[in-house]
């Protein structure tokens, strides 16, 4: 099965026992002076165990002063011992490690204390950072010509040096970016002079025998004279001249909407970059990694049989399965846990300094916990009565049944998946949908009893005698008590989602949250024309930053409205009255939407019955407090680990 993806390959002196390589995603999982820890061997460690043919370590600083804190360091010779207990790692595991150079530009500001290092004098408000200056750049390519030989005495397997995304080689090499007037920028030759002598410097510190990567960008995207495709084959020969082997061809910069395309998230169409690895790779006659959102063994099966690449970075489907590569080996496909492109844990969550010390995934709670979380047998199995089949109920039930215990899921409805089925419903949202159902099925092939329409009371409490209860009853959506709300047809967002309404003619949906959005987007993809009503200042505010970047796009081309700061008052037959800076206005419609949030479903007569029978009980999810899927399943994933 997948015998493409599966098969090996040899670049120059290293050969990979499959195609699939774990790209150098941030994780900040290093300590705050960027030492490896125990924490990011292990995650490595889990992937190689997991089949995965290539691990590369990520973003690893080449220059101390400009070396943020949590992002791994290769700068100083210090740093080797740590690496090298990495690498011993992965290869103990069965893998082979490869590691990113860095040099972070404009990234490094998430850590105010490194060096921000930028092509072209930066104006930030009142204050001007300037430009590198020529003896910094050569200090640069010394750094990465040592950081190489740092490399391969840590036992590196391979080397990639990153020129995208608007890091501090990209920057130079794109006329988007680089306006200087010296002979770093101008014309092609100029930009591309930096990247080319880093190359060099690298590969006149590594054996011959040392194959070396670059992550490039296909193109750029929404920046004026930015780099188009054709000068990314051009200096892609370049490079290979300077002694590059691979090209790992990406997307995205961190000053546009670009963004969207580093950590593509549902709303991005899976494998949307391939076409461009493929124009890359036949005109360059290199080899050639593909990315961008290509999260199933069969859609990389088929890149690589059509011979549109020669490797396939898989980055979040190891994260959400760090057993996908042994699992689609071995034909287990139906138990592979799929990334659906949430992006909740692992940008957000990277993104989110203050709550959250390193990465996580939704569909994963055990990401960065890799040993401190094995899962362990229970000393004495208990019957765990789980109110609500939703994923944080499926979540807690699959880890209750693996550590031995005796789980078994009361469904109000007719089906398991909660809101995340619901949720699969919205245009282009159809994994999260799939993601549920495959979750359900995995529920049923554990074993686990689950019981349909069996709506949790104090009765069945009384009845059932459990050792333990989770309540995951989730949450109701809030109902909106206007005015006039008789005058016009008015529906539930989530009735609309679901198919169970369809409101008719033009349409106001009051509510701009991610469910009012995508409301607002199945509406007018189904031909009706849409305005949005949100109160606060802009619409989209539950959303993550590159999901309300694809979002916003979306309502952009679909013509819907957005009215923002503006207050519902009532509903007459025009339409919807709201006042927006102390100014009336009616917001003519046909029909009336409301998504005005949710709020957790009453469970006191739950608890008070536990209470009285002295049965423990854990709230879990929306049935806490209205959240995020990746909430819910972590509380799940936490509950059951820990009962």
Known sequence: MFKKLFSPIKIRGMELQNRIVMPAMGTRMASEKSEVTQRLIDYHEARAKGGCGLNIVEVAAVHTPSAPAHFVSISEDSYIEGHQRLTDAIHRAGGKAGIQLWQGSIATVMDPKAKMLVVNDMNFGNYTLPAI???????????YGKAAGRCVTAGYDCIEFHCAH??????????GLNHRTDEYGGSFENRARFPLECIRAIRENIPEDMPLFMRIDAHDDFLPQGLTIEEVIRFSRLAQDAGVDVLDVSRGNIITAASLYEVPPIDVPNGFNVENANRIRRETGMVTIAVGRINTAQLAEDILEQEKADMIVMGRAQLADPEFANKAKEGRVRDIIHCVGCDQGCYDGFCDIVNRPFITCMRNPALGHEKEHRLEKAASPRKVLIAGGGMGGMEAAVVLKERGHLPVIFESGDHLGGQFITAGEAPGKAEMKNAAISFAEQVERAGIPVHYDAE????????????????????????????????????EAHEVLDGRADPKGDICVIGGGLVGLETADALASAGHKVKVVEMKETAGEDLGSLRKIAVMQKMQSLGVEIITKAVCKEVCAQGVVTYQKDRESIVTCDSVVVAAGSRANDSTALTAVCDELEIPYYVIGDAKRARRALDAIAEGYETARNL
């Open 133 to 143: 200056e020529k003896e910094e750049i050569a200090e640069i390519i010394e750094c």
């Open 166 to 175: 608007n890091y501090l080689p990209h920057s130079f090499l794109s006329g």
């Open 456 to 491: 949790v009371t104090p009765a069945l409490i009384r009845e059932e005698l459990p050792d333990a209860v989770i309540l995951a009853i989730g949450s109701s959506p809030i109902v909106l008590n206007l005015e006039g709300i008789e005058s016009l047809p008015v529906y």
